[in-house]
């Protein structure tokens, strides 16, 4: 069985600083990973995805996520904080592609605060 | 630019009430889902369809049921509502799994609809 653990359901930053949410996975196979962001009164959209080609993922809006697999890891990070950057990330696990359906693995969410 | 829509934003109902809810994609996606978000909980899912009129239960099937008769429209379905199921409901979709690559994982979500049952 696969799972999720988001470290810390609120994080608070600083604007400009850096930005690091925390995302541990379990899985019996390396997995595919992602990081979606949910903005106030909508819907999730994707920030970005591994899928095993790199180890280092870059995203939009400047984010990035680094998978180790030693760690059972997949962090979030962004250099330099902005204030649109207020939002709940979720992190999420899906087995590699097979026969049928896999399903996606939510984690709980972080909610980032960047404080002025 | 792709969408799915979820039909309601914002909805008021009393217990024992019946409740739709609709989905619509523009995307010719394969796999539609139904999810419910609760604080702290993150996303937990009811519902998927991977085609016209199949459908498979999700980790909380329970007082909930769908209905697929088209490929673009998926609807989640509360029979009785009752209070304890207050919440954000999330639709989504994904291209099927028969197609591969990345694309097959990547899930497009609707603005969600909250629904509040007094």
């Given at each position: 069985a696969q799972s999720v653990t988001q470290l810390g359901s609120h994080v608070s930053v600083s604007e400009g600083a850096l930005v690091l949410l925390r995302c541990n996975y379990s899985s019996s196979v390396p997995p595919y990973l992602f990081w979606y962001v949910q903005y106030p009164n909508q819907g999730l959209q994707l920030l970005l995805k591994y899928t095993s080609a790199a180890t280092l993922v870059k995203g939009i809006n400047g984010f990035e996520a680094e998978f180790k697999k030693s760690e059972t890891s997949?962090?979030?990070?962004?250099?330099?904080?902005?204030?649109?950057?207020?939002?709940?990330?979720?992190?999420?696990?899906?087995p590699p592609l097979g026969g049928g359906y896999q399903k996606v693995t939510f984690g709980t969410g972080t909610k980032l605060q960047v404080i002025p | 630019?792709?969408?799915?829509?979820?039909?309601?934003?914002?909805?008021?109902?009393?217990?024992?009430?019946?409740?739709?809810?609709?989905?619509?994609?523009?995307?010719?996606?394969?796999?539609?889902?139904?999810?419910?978000?609760?604080?702290?909980?993150?996303?937990?899912?009811?519902?998927?369809?991977?085609?016209?009129?199949?459908?498979?239960?999700?980790?909380?099937?329970?007082?909930?049921?769908?209905?697929?008769?088209?490929?673009?429209r998926f609807s989640l379905i509360l029979e009785s509502a009752s209070t304890n199921q207050t919440s954000m409901y999330l639709c989504a979709s994904s291209q099927g799994t028969g197609t591969g690559g990345v694309g097959a994982n990547v899930l497009t979500f609707g603005a969600g609809s909250r629904l509040t049952v007094l």
């Open positions: 997949f962090h979030l990070t962004k250099p330099s904080a902005h204030m649109s950057d207020a939002a709940e990330y979720f992190c999420a696990v899906k | 630019d792709v969408k799915v829509t979820q039909s309601s934003r914002y909805l008021v109902k009393r217990t024992g009430e019946k409740v739709f809810l609709e989905c619509v994609q523009d995307m010719d996606h394969e796999n539609m889902f139904w999810y419910r978000q609760d604080p702290g909980l993150g996303l937990r899912l009811i519902y998927f369809s991977y085609d016209v009129k199949m459908k498979e239960k999700g980790d909380i099937p329970e007082g909930y049921s769908v209905s697929r008769e088209k490929k673009e």
